[in-house]
């Protein structure tokens, strides 16, 4: 069965995409630590990011740095923070959230749930500043 990530990249269900290219696709977490917080997947299904080849895994990394700059425009912090958790869902990913402190990459805190219209912004903006 195919994962939730790949349904969505497949676009059997919707989702707030920012990017894609050849071999990845980025959309915004559905229950964000911060605004701007994006999900960064390979396109080819593979469980944990370290099994990815050295092809697919270099190719994921150079993706999640092209997203990241333009998160870092569209919302304005300190730092993107990245992160590998992997527990949830079963679908190699990069979460990048937009941090201005540590404790702002809890995962354990409670995540927001943003009203669609702003996660259609934001996303409209991360894609508009990706270069
Ligand atoms: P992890 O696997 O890294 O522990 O967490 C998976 C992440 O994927 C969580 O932050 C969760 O909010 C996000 N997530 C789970 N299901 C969906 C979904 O259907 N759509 C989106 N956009 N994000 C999801």
New binding site residues.
């Given amino acids: 069965m195919p994962s ?2 790949s ?2 990249i497949a676009g059997e ?1 919707p ?2 995409k920012v990017a894609e290219d050849e071999k990845n696709f980025a ?7 911060a605004p701007g ?1 994006t ?1 960064v997947v390979p396109k080819t299904e593979t469980d944990y990011i370290f099994d990815l080849s050295e092809e697919d895994y270099t190719s994921l990394q150079l993706f999640a740095r092209r997203v990241a700059k333009a998160v870092e425009k569209a919302c304005p912090c300190k730092r993107i923070a990245t ?9 190699a ?1 990069i ?1 990048l959230v937009p941090i201005n402190s540590e404790g702002d990459l809890d ?1 354990k805190r409670a ?1 927001l749930q943003l009203p669609a219209e702003e996660m259609s912004a934001v996303a409209a903006k991360i894609a508009s500043n990706i270069e």
Avoid at 27 to 33: E, G, M, Q, V, Y
Wanted: net charge neutral; with cysteine; aromatic share 14%.
């Fill in positions: 939730i990530f349904r969505i269900i989702c707030y959309f915004l977490d559905i229950n964000p630590l917080h999900l992160a590998v958790i992997g527990l949830e869902v079963p679908h990913h979460h995962f995540k």
